[in-house]
């Protein structure tokens, strides 16, 4: 159990953290070194209990479900508009050249379920159509936090929210972006039980149908996002 010493000092680190990232969000790895303190928390021990038992993800667990990703090159050359060419096309603009090709192989649940979201961080964006902004990270966050339960989500939160203060110009935009994160979230749609990697070649607009994400899509105050990358030439 952690004392109250430690909790009170964990704390303040967790909101120097929170700060340093608000005022300056592309850094944000930079700034994050205690986002981590609620994983000591009995709240996240709780919230990887909901997702070891979740029904969508489960199955995903049992087998341990890894498949290698296509390299770069080869999302580039899938038909213009699927997931692969899209999601290609987001990680070149960032800057990102390597992929994760493969999950390691885990044994430990709770570790395969941490890897699991993380290498579906960049497939939530592209699916949802975010932007790479504060506002569209605000969105992110509101529907992890709606769809993991996890506190992790309550540190990033409150940066995005610290930052629209801060930038007093951004901070309707966070506001819609958490609306529309919210809203996806309360959809029921879990995106890190789909099996992406069997339909990378597959329209993002048909994954997007099948998953009735089309409607939510429509109310996004992210309108130039959500077709940015389907068209694009490689």
């Known amino acids: 159990m952690v004392s109250r010493t430690e909790f009170k ?23 994050a070194k205690y986002f981590s303190v609620p994983t000591k928390s009995e709240l996240h021990r709780d919230s990887i209990k909901r997702l ?19 390299s ?11 997931l692969g060419f899209c999601m290609q096309q987001r990680l070149t603009y960032l800057g990102i050249d390597k992929l994760p090709m493969t999950l390691p192989l ?3 649940e709770e570790d395969y379920v941490l890897n699991r979201l993380s290498i579906c961080h960049d497939i939530q964006h592209v699916v949802m159509g975010l932007p790479i902004s504060v506002a569209g990270e605000a969105a992110a966050s509101a529907y992890n936090l709606i769809t993991k339960n996890m506190p992790f989500h309550i ?12 930038e007093p ?11 529309y994160g919210s809203q996806l979230g309360l959809s029921g749609v879990f995106l890190e039980a789909f099996r992406w990697e069997e339909g990378w070649e597959r329209p993002l607009a048909e994954w997007r149908s099948e998953l009735g994400l089309t409607s939510l ?3 996004s105050p992210f309108q130039d996002e959500i077709h940015r990358w389907e068209t694009l030439s490689s």
């Open 106 to 108: 885990i044994d430990d």
């Open 217 to 219: 899509l429509e109310i």
């Open 52 to 70: 070891l038992n979740h029904p969508q993800l489960r199955p995903l667990i049992n087998e341990r479900y890894s498949i290698a990703w296509p």
């Open 155 to 166: 540190g990033l939160l409150a940066t995005w929210l610290t930052h629209g203060l801060i």
């Open 72 to 82: 770069l090159a080869e999302m580039a050359a899938m038909p213009k508009g699927s």
């Open 169 to 179: 110009d951004e901070h309707r935009l966070i506001w819609e972006g958490i609306n």
């Open 9 to 31: 000092d964990d704390v303040l680190k967790l909101a120097v953290s929170v700060l340093q990232s608000a005022r300056d969000p592309e850094h944000i790895l930079k700034h």
